[in-house]
């Protein structure tokens, strides 16, 4: 399966480098793969011993192999050689240079809390919200919470799914105070398009964090984090009931590929029209951290 992808900089059509990826086809297309996945790659025991793996110092040996076959700019990072991380993990959840990431300081401007592939959906309906083409799930089953779930019936969603690759930190998208963070337990399945195409509800049954941001400019959205094969940990760095700027830092993955998940209730948000478009015809769009994706509306 071949993964491709729109680069919003330059508008070009890409394919995805995905690290694993012949391991990846056998386990989401074959039985014996699928079999393994059940038993073994799935389990919390397995991503949490694989994560651990990764913060042992012999995992660093790997990063600039890792680096080269990905193509990270690591000048963007705060630290810019393979050698100045003390693990595989150490690099894979690296802080950026703030001017890496510029971001858009028009208030009525919604920007991307995070580096990825985005699909954005304007009046979802809670009970059949779109994972992918052909396959949903209901918005209450993913927050644990069905009367919450009804007040965005309606209203607008945006992904942004993290690869292996991608800088894993994720970022408030706008100004507010960020609210209390449940967390759901669940598994560890991966967010690559051939797990999601293969796993019905794939979103529902992987570990989460849900958190109500208060946002200055658009409403009261849902803020969401969903781990993935290996990522063992979501770490919240901000503080609950405290006041946030635009493009501050919310938290970050640990190991792994994994996905962020916005909602906005009805009328509170305008998703830019490129956006939308390359969703319909079935197409992510590489976004950054600080980037507008939205407006609010006049």
């Given at each position: ?103 858009e300081q028009d208030a009525k401007t919604l920007v991307s809390p995070a580096d990825g592939k985005l699909f954005a959906y304007e009046n979802i309906d809670r009970e059949q919200v779109v994972q992918i083409k052909g396959l949903s799930y209901s918005l209450a089953e993913l927050i644990g919470d069905k009367t919450l779930a009804e007040v965005y019936q309606g209203g607008s969603k945006i992904i942004i799914r ?137």
């Amino acid at each position: 399966m071949k993964i491709e992808y729109i680069e919003r900089k330059t508008g070009e059509v890409k394919e995805e480098k995905v690290p694993g990826k012949v391991f990846l086809q056998w386990i989401y297309g074959n039985r014996l793969g699928k079999l393994t996945l059940g038993t073994l790659v799935k389990r919390k025991w397995f991503s949490k011993l694989y994560g651990i793996s990764q913060d042992w110092s012999f995992s660093k040996r790997k990063i600039k192999s890792f680096v080269e076959n990905q193509g990270i700019n690591l000048k963007e990072a705060e630290r810019e050689k393979p050698g100045d991380y003390h693990s595989f993990n150490d690099f894979f959840t690296r802080k950026l240079k703030k001017e890496a990431r510029p971001v858009e300081q028009d208030a009525k401007t919604l920007v991307s809390p995070a580096d990825g592939k985005l699909f954005a959906y304007e009046n979802i309906d809670r009970e059949q919200v779109v994972q992918i083409k052909g396959l949903s799930y209901s918005l209450a089953e993913l927050i644990g919470d069905k009367t919450l779930a009804e007040v965005y019936q309606g209203g607008s969603k945006i992904i942004i799914r993290l690869a292996p690759s991608d800088y894993h930190r994720f970022h408030f998208p706008d100004s507010g105070v960020m609210g209390h963070t449940k967390e759901i337990k669940g598994q560890y399945s991966s967010v690559n398009p051939m797990a999601l195409e293969k796993i019905i509800r794939l979103y529902v049954q992987n570990k989460r964090a849900v958190t109500k941001f208060r946002s200055q400019n658009f409403g009261e959205m849902l803020y969401i984090e969903i781990g993935a094969t290996c990522v063992g940990t979501i770490v919240q760095t901000a503080t609950e009931n405290q006041p946030v700027k635009k493009g501050e830092e919310k938290g970050y993955f640990a190991f792994g590929g994994s996905t962020v998940i916005l909602f906005f209730k009805p009328g509170e948000v305008k998703i830019h029209k490129d956006l939308l478009e390359h969703t319909q015809q079935g197409m992510e769009t590489k976004v950054y951290m600080g980037q507008g994706i939205g407006e609010k509306p006049e």
